[in-house]
């Protein structure tokens, strides 16, 4: 993905159906770019994402990461999530 991408639309693109080199690439655009991780704590941390039946774990999972981005951990459990 390219900068333009990382539109709301393509950040939740990527969060339902990405993979991990998809969700990687995501977490350090978010690092990097402010607005990234501005739009991105949106999207995961919007009500109706976190209670979706069908990809509310993958939010909740951003939402989690969102909270604290510079911690030295990344892994959260993507194993349920979009296209894994």
Known sequence: MNHE???P?????????????DWDELRQAALDDPDVLKNLRKIAGYEKNLENPFDALC???????V???ERDSWGPNF???GGM
């Open 9 to 21: 639309a393509g950040i939740d693109s990527c969060i339902t159906r990405g993979d991990q080199k």
């Open 59 to 65: 939010y909740q999972e951003w939402w989690r990461w």
């Open 67 to 69: 909270q604290d981005p």
């Open 5 to 7: 991408a990382w539109t």
């Open 79 to 81: 194993k349920d999530c």
